[in-house]
Structures are given as C-alpha cells and as structure tokens.
C-alpha cells in the first residue's frame, strides 16, 4: 500500500513536469516554425525579384510594403493618446471586477487586484494629463 501512495505522488508531480516542458517546447517549436516560414517567404520573394530582373521585367510589388502600408492606414485613424485610455479602462475594469469578486481570489489575496486598479488609474491619469494633447494622427483633423 505504501509503495502504491509512492507512485501516486510520483505521478502527481510527474504531470506539471510535464505540462510545463511540453508547453515551453510547444512555444520553442511555434518560433521556429514561424521563423522558417518568413525566411522561405524572404527567399521566394529575392528569387522572384532577380529572375524579374534577369529578364528585364518590371519588379512585382514587395507585398511587405504593401502591408506596411495597410498597417500605416489602419493605425492613423486612431489618435495616438485613445491607446492610454483604452488600456486604462480596461486595467480598471479588470481591477475592479476582481475586488469585487471573492471566489477568484479569496478574501486573503483582494490586495493584489489592487495592484491592476492602480494600474489602470495610472493609465487614466496619463491619458488625462498628457496623452489627449499628443500630436494629431498623420493625415487627420487636430487635437481638440
């Protein structure tokens, strides 16, 4: 019987061992992944562009740029200080959703939901003081 409780916390602590090594794996693994397919795509996109030259043809558009610039004109349309506010809300509603609840954290550890309303009113306080007068986006009406 003793021999049995052995392999039941062996068990026990084998599982979280486990969890976590496959888990830093499975991220080591998505990393790599992702790197070899941009250097494929880099690698494609240098082959296309010399045989285009090779050939005297007009270069085909570099689809990064093209996302570039996507990027740029999605982030333009939104005023650089609504960030400060954004995540200031939201630090605060996390803040206070968890104060508020005694079943996530319990009674003991309230103090540090704390720490995300603090977080979140710093945020707010910045966006008051400083982040609505940042300049006005590219291409877009003034700050008021």
Do not use: C
């Not at 954004?86 to 206070?96: A, E, H, P, S």
């Not at 959703?97 to 704390?114: E, K, Q, T």
């Amino acid at each position: 019987m003793n021999m049995n409780l052995d392999v039941n916390e062996a068990l026990g602590m084998l599982i979280p061992l486990v969890a976590v090594v496959l888990g830093i794996a499975l991220a080591i693994v998505a990393i790599v992944t992702k790197h070899r397919r941009q250097m494929q795509e880099l690698d494609h996109r240098h082959k296309e562009r010399m045989a285009a030259i090779d050939k005297g043809l007009d270069l085909p558009p570099d689809p990064l740029v093209e996302q570039a610039a996507v990027a740029e004109r999605l982030t333009a349309r939104r005023r650089p200080g609504s960030n400060y506010l954004l995540r200031g809300l939201i630090w605060l509603g996390v803040g206070i959703a968890l104060v508020g609840s005694n079943s996530i954290l319990g009674s003991d550890n309230r103090a540090f939901a704390w720490i995300a309303v603090a977080v979140g009113v710093a945020y707010l306080i910045y966006y008051a003081f400083e982040g609505r007068w940042e300049g006005p986006p590219p291409g877009g009406p003034p700050n008021q």
